[in-house]
């Protein structure tokens, strides 16, 4: 019986958990400090930046490796 009663209290209480849930999340969003448009072009850019210099250091890095290894292959294949 007492977990009937449980079940029924936490599924009769899911609209104010969600309206509570709603309620602090808006006061959370109205806390938040937004960056400025200038900001955020600059740390874009930033990322983009970065993510073409990783992608051409793995690159070399894949190509390197992957003609050591075909060099060391050949070396002993013959």
Do not use: C, H
Request: no cysteine; charged share 20%.
């Amino acid at each position: 019986m007492a977990e009937e009663n449980t079940l029924a209290r936490s599924v009769g209480g899911w609209p104010g958990a969600i309206r509570s849930y709603v309620d602090d999340l808006n006061s959370e969003m109205r806390r938040v400090t937004w960056p400025q448009w200038k900001q955020v072009r600059a740390t874009t850019v930033v990322v983009i930046l970065s993510v073409f210099a990783f992608a051409a250091y793995f690159y070399v890095v894949d190509q390197v490796t992957f003609r050591l290894v075909g060099g060391i292959m050949n070396f002993f294949s013959k």
